[in-house]
């Protein structure tokens, strides 16, 4: 029974490991200029959380600040880049499952609302409208940092744990050793219930964030496919993908009709 059981943790890990994630800081930096608001701080004191590894803390810190930059640009981009520049945490570590649950997926929440609720005016006109130039750097950043979040949540969908975790519950349920170790074996429940709750949430989270994202990406380049696929494919949807995406999110609509040239007919 004991090799069956680590021999299923094996398969458990194998399945959901991935390498090692750290701050990307090789992700573009908006423009911010120096000052001594009190928001200036809180956004400082978050990136020095985040360039420090303390992603636990910088996830508190961001939450707490989201409310207030929604109607500042250049603060709002700041976090922006933030969130987009920060990895989930690891909830294939057991001993993040605490936090998680004691702050309920607040990493998920965080990015979720970054990209959900924060649209700033200065880059809502259509490509047809003439827009300054810090305006037009200001949504392209905008809109690489919702792809690499949107890629982010669709890189943490793992249909093979669902799986992973039935067989493991049941050897977990049947192994005598480990029912007698109660703390042992109801840690171990409570941090398979954050895991299984995370993926759980995937895909409501995941089809929000593409309808918004496709409608946008319409929105700014109405006549410039090239632009529109561009974005789709840093949010890692590849040419096989995106016909099935536009269909599922903005239809196969009049004005969507140039998106559609070069992929094959959809079979009546």
């Not at 996830?59 to 933030?82: H, R, S, T, V």
């Not at 520049?85 to 499952?97: K, L, M, Q, R, S």
């Amino acid at each position: 029974m004991k090799v069956i059981y680590i021999l299923s943790c094996f398969i458990l890990v194998f399945s959901t490991v991935s390498e090692a994630k750290i701050f990307d800081s090789s992700l573009k930096k908006p423009l911010l200029h120096e000052t001594n608001e009190k928001l200036y701080l809180l956004l400082s004191n978050a990136e020095k959380s985040a360039l420090q590894g303390d992603i636990f803390k910088f996830y508190e810190q961001a939450n707490k600040i989201l409310p207030d930059i929604k109607n500042d640009l250049q603060k709002g981009m700041w976090l922006f880049y933030l969130v987009a520049a920060v990895p989930f945490i690891d909830d294939t570590v057991e001993g993040n499952g605490e936090w998680l649950c004691e702050n309920s997926d607040l990493d998920y929440e965080v990015k979720e609302k970054m990209i959900l609720s924060f649209f700033p005016k200065e880059i809502r006109k259509s490509n047809g409208t003439k827009l300054h130039d810090e305006a037009l750097v200001m949504r392209e950043l905008f809109l690489l940092y919702s792809s690499m979040i949107l890629n982010q949540f669709r890189q943490e969908l793992n249909p093979l744990f669902l799986y992973t975790y039935k067989y493991n519950r049941f050897l977990y349920l049947y192994n005598m050793d480990l029912r007698q170790d109660r703390d042992r074996f109801t840690k171990y429940c409570n941090y398979m219930n954050v895991r299984i709750g995370r993926q759980r949430k995937l895909n409501s989270i995941i089809n929000n964030m593409e309808e918004d994202f496709v409608g946008m990406l319409v929105q700014f380049y109405p006549t410039k496919a090239v632009q529109v696929k561009r974005y789709l494919k840093l949010a890692g949807y590849g040419d096989d993908e995106i016909p099935d995406l536009l269909d599922r999110t903005i239809g196969r609509v009049p004005q969507a009709s140039y998106l559609y040239k070069g992929f094959p007919k959809r079979r009546k």
